[in-house]
């Protein structure tokens, strides 16, 4: 994560780092009531639990009084052990069903806080700019939303039960223990106090693990999808043992953290266990000795002995239940850290309308100058300026690190420019919210994006709202429709992740389809013929044609013939505009164009060997 993103605030790894799951828990307050109800109600059943057994011991076995021996006693005691079982099987009763409507309420509310988290930062990642992208890797956000969620899910669906059940019965049980047995709980008191103080020390050595744990996982899920979305490159180079042992070593490391984490909080659990047994056999001698001097009965010393399992059973469990929060109040912090961050292109306060003009969307940049984030000492752009009439056609052309790709980056505002303006329509572009701004544009870019559905709704993407038949047609502009019904499905198929079923002027084909079909005013061309064959290249170049004549189109192109017929052909070298003309003029001219130009009409062999 980007230093400069995170908050500081939650950087620590405190687990008031949690409290950043308020507004998620907020919309459930009525949830979280109904859940703290069957919570108290079946700690009371719990509690409940020891005065029925008293009560048995005392009354119905005739523990402490000796009883008599006669039938007619033997009789009636029969019945009071009756009448306090039953007693037992309801608090029984209610102790299940009570903890059940518990179980699902906490459960309901754990996965739907988790799913909301996991919206969340989905959602407010999706709005960051690709300079969010340029300092934080996509397997780094995915363990943030997948394994780190579900850390949270544990605590909120699980866990944060646990803990409010054991404080609840912990000082239901302290209560009842002071009220019946002073001289005990002041003692048990004591046990207690020596079991808190390590478990905090410990506490904050099993926080810091649980973090950098989280960190190393994460590390592991960065390289998992790099390298899966370059296996082809992977293979062909032979390096599947190198990554594979680069992941293997990710992975060892992970697992060492985890180690540690473990090892420190196997020797808490070893510590607190221990001190619980010696606080509980501690309370049952004392109560023995009671018993045997007769201050005391049988039932008030087995009510004694439960009310003591309950309270140091609850400090266990709260122990434990501790170290699931530090957890993930380490899981917490990376979830809020990514919700802290703020994408450098910011929406306008108060949005200017985008007026429409005739023809297409008329462009003015003036005086522009930008450096890439990664690259603050090296400009993509120089005081660049150029002005484009609605309907025009405009193609940018130059070598590779010229600024023609920049150029259509701050069009779409995925950057801001340092220093210049860029209008459309006479508005300057950061007073237009993004969504109206890209809304009128239509990109193919050079690498074409297949999304892992159908066909169908591949082009679709484009307009979401449209009809089969308006898909259909925008596929045929593309002349992407014959290939498409010769699949199995037709439009139906699956076309794989990133369109692996597609070879790449298929999938050039399909972006090219989703473009027509969002029919935007501004038309953004990124090498849109570079993977077609020659005779694609022909067809789709004629329906490209067509398409720019009713708006307006910027077009990058590699291969200098497919620019000729441009309005203009802006020629670019190190980010500055260095000559504007027709294909016939700056070819007249010589220079950089007429060059490049030689190099591609002249000696065709060389052409691959220049990027443009």
Same mark, same amino acid.
């Given at each position: 994560?980007?230093?400069?993103?995170?908050?500081?605030?939650?950087?620590?790894?405190?687990?008031?780092?949690?409290?950043?799951?308020?507004?998620?828990?907020?919309?459930?307050?009525?949830?979280?009531?109904?859940?703290?109800?069957?919570?108290?109600?079946?700690?009371?059943?719990?509690?409940?639990?020891?005065?029925?057994?008293?009560?048995?011991?005392?009354?119905?076995?005739?523990?402490?009084?000796?009883?008599?021996?006669?039938?007619?006693?033997?009789?009636?005691?029969?019945?009071?052990?009756?009448?306090?079982?039953?007693? !037992?099987?309801?608090?029984?009763?209610? !102790?299940?069903?009570?903890?059940?409507?518990?179980?699902?309420?906490?459960?309901?509310?754990?996965?739907?806080?988790?799913?909301?988290?996991?919206?969340?930062?989905?959602?407010?990642?999706?709005?960051?700019?690709?300079?969010?992208?340029?300092?934080?890797?996509?397997?780094?956000?995915?363990?943030?939303?997948?394994?780190?969620?579900?850390?949270?899910?544990?605590?909120?669906?699980?866990?944060?039960?646990?803990?409010?059940?054991?404080?609840?019965?912990?000082?239901?049980?302290?209560g009842m223990l002071i009220a019946t047995n002073p001289v005990v709980m002041t003692q048990v008191l004591g046990i207690l106090v020596f079991?808190?103080?390590?478990?905090?020390?410990?506490?904050?050595?099993?926080?810091?693990?649980?973090?950098?744990?989280?960190?190393?996982?994460?590390?592991?899920?960065?390289?998992?999808?790099?390298?899966?979305?370059?296996?082809?490159?992977?293979?062909?180079?032979?390096?599947?043992?190198?990554?594979?042992?680069?992941?293997?070593?990710?992975?060892?490391?992970?697992?060492?953290?985890?180690?540690?984490?473990?090892?420190?909080?196997?020797?808490?659990?070893?510590?607190?266990?221990?001190?619980?047994?010696?606080? !509980?056999?501690?309370?049952?001698?004392?109560?023995?000795?009671?018993? !045997?001097?007769?201050?005391?009965?049988?039932?008030?010393?087995?009510?004694?002995?439960?009310?003591?399992?309950?309270?140091?059973?609850?400090?266990?469990?709260?122990?434990?239940?501790?170290?699931?929060?530090?957890?993930?109040?380490?899981?917490?912090?990376?979830?809020?850290?990514?919700?802290?961050?703020?994408?450098?292109?910011?929406?306008?306060?108060?949005? %200017?309308?985008?007026?429409?003009?005739?023809?297409?969307?008329?462009?003015?940049?003036?005086?522009?100058?930008?450096n890439y984030p990664s690259r603050p000492t090296q400009a993509a752009l120089q005081d660049f300026d150029l002005d484009i009439k609605p309907?025009?056609?405009?193609? %940018?052309?130059?070598?590779?690190?010229?600024?023609?790709?920049?150029?259509?980056?701050?069009?779409?505002?995925?950057?801001?420019?340092?220093?210049?303006?860029?209008?459309?329509?006479?508005?300057?572009?950061?007073?237009?919210?993004?969504?109206?701004?890209?809304?009128?544009?239509?990109?193919?870019?050079?690498?074409?994006?297949?999304?892992?559905?159908?066909?169908?709704?591949?082009?679709?993407?484009?307009?979401?709202?449209?009809?089969?038949?308006?898909?259909?047609?925008?596929?045929?502009?593309?002349?992407?429709?014959?290939?498409?019904?010769?699949?199995?499905?037709?439009?139906?198929?699956?076309?794989?992740?990133?369109?692996?079923?597609?070879?790449?002027?298929?999938?050039?084909?399909?972006?090219?389809?989703?473009?027509?079909?969002?029919?935007?005013?501004?038309?953004?061309?990124?090498?849109?013929?570079?993977?077609?064959?020659?005779?694609?290249?022909?067809?789709?170049?004629?329906?490209?044609?067509?398409?720019?004549?009713?708006?307006?189109?910027?077009?990058?192109?590699?291969?200098?013939?497919?620019?000729?017929?441009?309005?203009?052909?802006?020629?670019?070298?190190?980010?500055?505009?260095?000559?504007?003309?027709?294909?016939?003029? %700056?070819?007249?001219?010589?220079?950089?164009?007429?060059?490049?130009?030689? %190099?591609?009409?002249?000696?065709?062999?060389?052409?691959?060997?220049?990027?443009?």
């Open positions: 994560m980007p230093k400069n993103q995170a908050n500081p605030a939650i950087k620590t790894g405190n687990p008031r780092s949690l409290s950043g799951l308020m507004p998620f828990l907020r919309p459930y307050r009525g949830r979280i009531l109904i859940a703290l109800l069957f919570l108290l109600l079946a700690a009371m059943a719990t509690l409940a639990f020891p005065l029925a057994l008293r009560g048995l011991v005392d009354q119905g076995m005739g523990g402490g009084s000796g009883g008599s021996s006669s039938g007619s006693n033997n009789g009636e005691r029969l019945m009071a052990m009756r009448e306090h079982f039953l007693a !037992l099987f309801a608090v029984g009763a209610a !102790l299940g069903l009570f903890s059940a409507a518990r179980f699902y309420s906490v459960t309901w509310l754990g996965e739907r806080v988790t799913a909301d988290l996991r919206n969340a930062v989905y959602g407010h990642v999706l709005k960051q700019s690709p300079e969010f992208f340029e300092t934080t890797q996509t397997g780094e956000v995915l363990s943030r939303i997948t394994t780190d969620t579900t850390v949270v899910q544990t605590v909120v669906g699980s866990s944060f039960s646990m803990g409010l059940r054991s404080t609840v019965m912990g000082i239901g049980a302290m079991v808190l103080l390590p478990a905090i020390f410990f506490g904050r050595r099993v926080r810091k693990l649980s973090r950098s744990a989280q960190d190393r996982v994460a590390d592991t899920s960065a390289i998992a999808a790099e390298v899966l979305n370059a296996v082809p490159v992977v293979q062909s180079y032979t390096q599947e043992a190198a990554e594979t042992r680069r992941f293997a070593l990710a992975s060892e490391n992970a697992f060492d953290t985890a180690r540690k984490r473990a090892l420190v909080r196997s020797g808490l659990v070893a510590f607190i266990i221990t001190a619980t047994f010696g606080a !509980l056999l501690w309370g049952l001698y004392q109560g023995t000795q009671a018993v !045997l001097a007769g201050n005391i009965t049988a039932g008030h010393l087995g009510q004694t002995i439960v009310y003591v399992i309950l309270l140091v059973s609850s400090v266990a469990v709260l122990a434990e239940v501790y170290g699931d929060v530090l957890r993930a109040a380490g899981a917490t912090e990376r979830l809020m850290e990514l919700l802290a961050s703020q994408s450098a292109v910011a929406e306008p306060q108060a949005p %200017l309308a985008l007026p429409t003009v005739a023809g297409g969307t008329g462009l003015s940049l003036q005086g522009v100058s930008f309907g025009e056609t405009i193609a %940018l052309v130059g070598p590779s690190g010229a600024g023609k790709s920049t150029v259509f980056h701050l069009l779409l505002r995925f950057y801001d420019a340092q220093t210049g303006s860029i209008r459309l329509n006479g508005v300057p572009s950061d007073q237009i919210s993004l969504t109206t701004l890209r809304a009128g544009v239509g990109l193919v870019p050079q690498d074409s994006v297949i999304f892992s559905t159908s066909a169908l709704e591949n082009i679709r993407y484009g307009r979401p709202e449209a009809s089969d038949a308006e898909v259909i047609k925008a596929a045929e502009a593309a002349f992407a429709d014959e290939f498409i019904r010769r699949l199995p499905e037709g439009y139906s198929t699956f076309l794989g992740e990133r369109g692996v079923r597609l070879s790449g002027g298929q999938r050039q084909r399909i972006s090219i389809a989703r473009a027509m079909l969002k029919n935007p005013p501004l038309l953004l061309l990124d090498e849109a013929t570079s993977a077609l064959d020659a005779e694609s290249e022909r067809m789709v170049q004629a329906a490209l044609e067509a398409a720019m004549q009713h708006r307006t189109t910027l077009v990058i192109a590699h291969r200098l013939a497919t620019v000729q017929r441009a309005d203009r052909i802006v020629v670019m070298e190190h980010g500055r505009i260095v000559d504007i003309g027709t294909h016939a003029e %700056l070819t007249a001219r010589g220079g950089l164009y007429a060059r490049l130009a030689a %190099l591609q009409f002249d000696l065709q062999p060389a052409a691959d060997t220049i990027a443009i």
